[in-house]
């Protein structure tokens, strides 16, 4: 009888071992496939921002070299671009901080 309730608690030990790692795995994968995703282009003297992801964001802050543009939470939908003029420089790095109603995010771009 104790053997029986031995075995039977490291059974289930196990399977809820198993379905907590599932459900994070799961979690995880949720979370990467409707997180937002940026692409930053440059087209001439325009920086084009492209929401790649599922969902909409916010652009808080655009920086380009050392200098800081408060964006103010300028929504990007799904798709869809922001332009921003900027001069003619050869290379520029453009640092963007955005936000989902989830979490924080930004991306280096050097362009």
Same mark, same amino acid.
Do not use: W
């Given at each position: 009888?104790?053997?029986? !309730?031995?075995? =039977? #608690?490291?059974?289930?030990?196990? #399977? !809820?071992?198993?379905? %907590?790692? %599932?459900?994070?795995?799961?979690?995880?994968?949720?979370?990467? &496939? &409707? $997180?937002? +995703?940026?692409?930053? !282009? $440059?087209?001439?003297?325009?920086?084009?921002?492209?929401?790649? /992801?599922?969902?909409?964001?916010? !652009?808080?802050?655009?920086?380009?070299?050392?200098?800081?543009?408060?964006?103010? =939470?300028?929504?990007?939908?799904? /798709?869809? &671009?922001?332009? +921003?003029?900027? =001069?003619?420089?050869? %290379?520029?790095? %453009?640092?963007?901080?955005?936000?989902?109603?989830? =979490?924080? +995010?930004?991306?280096?771009?050097?362009?």
């Amino acid at each position: 009888m104790a053997i029986t !309730l031995i075995v =039977g #608690t490291i059974l289930v030990s196990i #399977t !809820l071992f198993q379905m %907590a790692k %599932a459900v994070k795995l799961r979690n995880k994968m949720l979370f990467q &496939s &409707s $997180r937002p +995703y940026l692409v930053c !282009l $440059r087209n001439q003297q325009q920086l084009e921002i492209r929401n790649i /992801g599922q969902i909409p964001i916010k !652009l808080d802050q655009l920086i380009i070299d050392q200098e800081t543009i408060p964006l103010d =939470g300028k929504i990007i939908p799904i /798709g869809q &671009s922001f332009f +921003y003029n900027i =001069g003619p420089n050869s %290379a520029i790095n %453009a640092l963007i901080k955005y936000h989902d109603d989830i =979490g924080q +995010y930004e991306n280096n771009f050097p362009l």
